[in-house]
């Protein structure tokens, strides 16, 4: 069955770059990263703005719609959460949070070179298999 789980790439940008990609995405020194991006119809998507807006969403149309709303709030609300998910970036292609393994394996194997750079501290390559990802605690739930 594993054939059948969704994938999403997912980079952990320098500090630098990570500012860059959240406020001027555009930039030059961006620009290896979004040549590869480009190529395949994908853009960064910041993880502390994309849990934001969820708890905004949440607060605004009611939190019981919301099943991560608890823990998602929490997350913002920790500084330590707010510095390490500042740099945290999911790569959504042709608009989608999560696609065929192939545009993943693609995507990851493109990217590789530029961990360790100037730009990408860590990459990593995540399935929709529930089994692989975590799951909120006890107390949001």
């Not at 999403?8 to 001027?24: G, P, S």
């Not at 969820?54 to 939190?63: D, F, N």
């Amino acid at each position: 069955m594993s054939g059948d789980w969704a994938y999403q790439v997912r980079v952990n940008l320098v500090d630098e770059a990570a500012k860059l990609a959240r406020k001027d995405p555009g930039n030059p020194t961006l620009k290896p990263l979004n040549d590869i991006l480009a190529k395949h119809h994908a853009k960064l998507r910041n993880q502390l703005d994309a849990f934001s807006e969820y708890v905004a969403a949440a607060e605004q149309h009611g939190q019981e719609n919301f099943p991560l709303y608890k823990w998602t709030k929490a997350v913002i609300e920790d500084p330590a959460k707010i510095e390490k998910h500042s740099k945290a970036f999911s790569i959504h292609v042709a608009g989608e949070e999560v696609y065929g393994k192939d545009v993943a394996d693609a995507l990851e194997a493109e990217i590789q070179p530029l961990v360790g750079g100037p730009l990408v501290a860590r990459l990593s390559k995540h399935d929709s298999n529930p089994a692989n990802n975590p799951q909120p605690p006890a107390q949001y739930r």
